[in-house]
């Protein structure tokens, strides 16, 4: 398999690794250093790495783990290419690279599936043309009257002399 390119700053693309090794090699690729050494790539977040036998998705599946679990668009998958996949599979994200442009080296015993990317969320959207979205378009309310806190300060006040007069008069 040829080097693969990641571009600095990417986000949202997932790499599908089929593992082509034993499952004592594949449950390795757990450890720390482990994963970098067969992607050839350094300081890897493993947070953002997923090595499992396809059998732990059971009914799920790798579509239903990439569209439902990952995000990735339907009409991006292969349901019956991703069905004949068995054993381990190795999941990378983009944050694994932490940002960085990287070179991915792949051992002879790694096969890429596909990368696939998530959907991303359109935050594009027009002008909001209510009423209330203008500027200046709240209800006007007067001014609060300071009157009750004024109140409630006078009476603290007295409760505050009440009490310390009780406290003479018992003193004396």
């Known amino acids: 398999m040829s ?9 949202g693309v997932i790499r599908l690794f089929a593992l082509n090794m ?3 090699e594949a449950k390795f690729l757990r450890e720390p250093g482990a994963a970098n050494q067969v992607l050839g790539v350094a300081k890897l977040d493993m947070d953002q790495i997923d090595i499992f036998p396809v059998s732990d998705l059971e009914d799920l599946g ?3 783990y990439l569209n439902e679990g990952c995000g ?5 998958l292969d349901r019956k290419s991703l069905e004949a996949i068995t054993g ?7 944050a694994a690279f932490g940002g960085r442009a ?21 935050w594009a959207g027009g002008p909001i043309e209510t009423e209330s979205a203008k500027p200046f378009s709240a209800p006007q309310t007067s001014p609060q009257s300071d009157q009750p806190r004024r ?6 006040a007295l409760l505050i002399l009440l009490a310390i007069g009780g406290i003479l008069w018992l003193i004396l």
């Open 3 to 11: 080097d693969l390119t990641v571009a600095p700053n990417e986000r």
């Open 22 to 24: 034993r499952s004592e």
């Open 62 to 64: 790798l579509y239903g």
């Open 72 to 76: 990735v668009s339907a009409d991006l």
């Open 88 to 94: 381990w599979v190795m999941v990378v994200r983009s």
């Open 102 to 122: 990287v070179t991915i080296t792949p051992d002879r015993r790694l096969h890429l599936f596909g990368p696939f990317t998530e959907e991303a969320t359109n």
């Open 151 to 156: 109140i409630g300060s006078a009476v603290l």
